[in-house]
């Protein structure tokens, strides 16, 4: 009886320690890929404006150059983190370095469009004053709303024509079956 209340307290200390280490190992992963992400984006950055374009940083450039780096990376890192996520690894360590990429790719991104959002504002901003600053932001944002109903909509038709696929494979595959175990059976 009392053997049975220590081990039964045991496992509770074990899976409590076994949650908070996994909650320790998801922090530690997140910091790394954050600090990954801005080492990324700091590498990128000195690349792209500082030895293409000869600025210092992004938001002393224009905001044209913000958007080619924003679409550039936008469309390298997606066509990267597609090929690393429907590769098959074995082991975990690889699979942890994958998320690591991925999430720090995610990062970068987002941080090249905010530097673009940011240029663009303080050029639009720049020459404007009060209300008309307003209005400058207004279109702003509708540009942005735009454009992401613009690739949700692309993404949606993107998901039906996979989901219609998938069915019509899935009826032509019941009615080869079915038509298969017809003729096995003998009259």
Not at 4 to 26: E, G, N, P
Not at 96 to 111: C, H, K, Y
Not at 144 to 170: E, N, P, S, T
Request: overall charge negative; proline content about 1%; glycine content about 4%.
């Amino acid at each position: 009886m009392v053997s049975r209340r220590l081990a039964a307290a045991h496992a509770d200390d074990t899976s409590s320690f076994a949650k908070k280490h996994a909650t320790v190992l998801t922090v530690l992963t997140t910091s790394i890929a954050f600090l990954q992400a801005w080492a990324l984006l700091d590498v990128l950055d000195d690349f792209f404006f500082s030895v293409c374009y000869g600025c210092s940083g992004p938001t002393t450039c224009s905001y044209q150059s913000n958007l080619i780096f924003a679409t550039v990376v936008s469309f390298v890192f997606s066509k990267l983190a597609y090929v690393l996520r429907f590769t098959v690894d074995e082991d975990s360590e690889s699979e942890t370095s994958e998320a690591l990429l991925i999430n720090s790719m995610l990062l970068v991104a987002g941080w090249a469009w905010k530097n673009f959002f940011e240029t663009w504002q303080t050029s639009i901003a720049g020459s404007l004053e009060g209300a008309d600053e307003f209005w400058s932001i207004f279109v702003m944002l509708n540009f942005v709303w735009m454009l992401c109903a613009c690739v949700y909509h692309f993404f949606l038709d993107i998901r039906r024509g996979r989901d219609r696929m998938r069915r019509h494979m899935l009826a032509g595959i019941g009615h080869t079956a079915e038509a298969g175990y017809k003729h096995s059976r003998k009259p």
